[in-house]
């Protein structure tokens, strides 16, 4: 009896090992999770850190045009600083410093190479992640939030609305070419922004630029 005795209280001590073992670590996902909310998987591919929104269907009607768009998802949240520093390396915040806080201060070329970098380390084609569509950005307007005080880049050009009833797409113009950034003063307004413009000084009604994401 008292071998059996010692026996069980072996068992018992090494069980509770295990489960002390169990219970003081992270989990891998846990473990390689930043402020950022970036994970790798085990292909060495980034996992999504992003939000996304399936914008609700609705009739979507820019003008007289009645307009159609391909499936898509919208992040719901502007890039964070955070979210920025993990695929960038660094913010260009002039603002807070907060990584939980939407990044601003940022170029188009800079959002844009956002874009790409965070394809690439999804293992993605360098076409499915971009800034939005004017056209995507409205469509979206009921499902994304949207805060005061920032404006946010878009792939279009300053100019005509495109013709296209479906999935109109930026005119063809060139890369120094000014760019809608739509508001949270009037969601339908649209404003040209060079494209290099470092913020603009925070000019516009006093707020910053940030930006929002698309995926295929």
């Excluded at 956002?114 to 380390?121: P, Y």
């Excluded at 499915?128 to 005080?149: S, V």
Aim: charged content about 15%; aromatic content about 10%; overall charge negative.
């Amino acid at each position: 009896m008292a071998k059996l005795l010692m026996l069980f209280g072996l068992l018992f001590i090494a069980c509770g090992n295990v489960e002390g073992s169990w219970n003081s670590g992270s989990s891998p996902s846990e473990s390689d999770s930043s402020s950022s909310g970036a994970v790798s998987s085990s292909s060495g591919c980034l996992e999504d850190f992003v939000n996304w929104q399936v914008p609700p269907e609705h009739s979507y009607v820019h003008g007289s045009t009645d307009i159609t768009l391909s499936p898509y998802l919208i992040s719901a949240n502007l890039i964070t600083q955070g979210q920025y520093k993990a695929i960038m390396g660094e913010s260009p915040s002039i603002g807070e410093n907060n990584d939980m806080l939407p990044v601003e201060g940022v170029t188009w070329h800079k959002a844009a190479e956002f874009c790409r970098k965070l394809s690439a380390q999804m293992c993605l084609g360098s076409e499915t992640i971009k800034l939005p569509t004017e056209a995507q950005w409205e469509y979206a307007i009921n499902a994304i939030q949207i805060i005061d005080g920032y404006w946010e880049w878009t792939n279009d050009c300053f100019g005509p609305f495109p013709a296209s009833q479906h999935d109109p797409s930026p005119v063809d113009c060139s890369d120094n070419f000014e760019r809608v950034v739509k508001g949270t003063h009037n969601l339908e307004y649209r404003i040209g922004i060079h494209p290099d413009s470092y913020n603009m000084g925070n000019s516009i009604g006093a707020g910053y630029i940030s930006f929002r994401i698309v995926k295929k």
